[in-house]
């Protein structure tokens, strides 16, 4: 079935050590996202890749990064996790927007805990 | 950034009732969409209507959109103990770009007991 997956499902890292998550997508859609959602609320679209193109949320810390080296893979790199940046972290795709398809598709997250 | 909010914040009903939630939101949308999420899971999605639809069926699920107020209801009919999840309402805006950012509000805890 094609689907997005996200390692590794739980995750936990020290405080100051970088961190990558990682998503695959065999659904060949052109865009990737990468959400942040914390405990009781709302996902945060931290930045999103449209083909190559990168594009980052105004609000989102340089400490996130972002790597798409082809279709499939997409990874999020914390370069310096802080206890703040215990979350989940969704991992999202969709198609091309000039389509008329505008759901998007979501793995089932990685938790991150840091200690 | 969040652009919603919804109300009410936390729902418990008896299998068998009917739940409804609602949505509101700020800017011009594209479209608007029902997003379910499981404890500790991805969201999954369940419905999507267009800014031109004022409502819209699937299953047991009854989705409606007034433009005019900036909101949105979703009905749940005849619930059951799995439909137990919380429920995120997503917005398009008209000024997104090809790939669709979806804006979510805040999410409504939906618990249904047996």
């Known amino acids: 079935d094609a689907m997005v997956i996200q390692n590794p499902r739980y995750q936990v890292t020290q405080f100051g050590k970088p961190v990558t998550l990682s998503c695959s997508q065999t659904?060949?859609?052109?865009?990737m996202y990468w959400y942040q959602q914390k405990s009781s609320q709302a996902p945060k679209l931290l930045f999103h890749y449209y083909d190559k193109d990168f594009n980052n949320e105004a609000d989102t810390p340089d400490n996130f990064q972002s790597r798409r080296p082809n279709t499939s893979f997409c990874f999020l790199d914390i370069r310096s996790p802080g206890l703040g940046d215990a979350a989940m972290y969704l991992c999202?795709?969709?198609?091309?927007?000039?389509?008329?398809?505008?759901?998007?598709?979501f793995g089932p997250g990685t938790r991150l805990t840091v200690t | 950034s969040q652009q919603g909010e919804e109300d009410p914040q936390a729902l418990s009903i008896q299998e068998g009732e009917n739940a409804t939630m609602n949505c509101s939101y700020k800017t011009s949308i594209n479209n608007l969409q029902w997003y379910r999420q499981n404890s500790g899971r991805g969201l999954v999605h369940l419905i999507l209507?267009?800014?031109?639809?004022r409502e819209k069926h699937s299953g047991r699920l009854r989705v409606t959109l007034d433009t005019s107020k900036k909101s949105s209801s979703l009905l749940i009919t005849a619930s059951r103990a799995a439909d137990t999840a919380s429920y995120f309402c997503?917005?398009?805006?008209?000024?997104?770009?090809?790939?669709?950012?979806?804006?979510f509000g805040s999410g409504t805890q939906l618990t249904v007991l047996p």
């Open positions: 997503a917005t398009v805006p008209i000024s997104s770009g090809s790939a669709r950012q979806l804006t």
């Open positions: 209507i267009r800014s031109n639809e």
């Open positions: 659904l060949n859609h052109n865009v």
């Open positions: 999202a795709t969709s198609r091309d927007g000039t389509g008329d398809s505008y759901e998007q598709y």
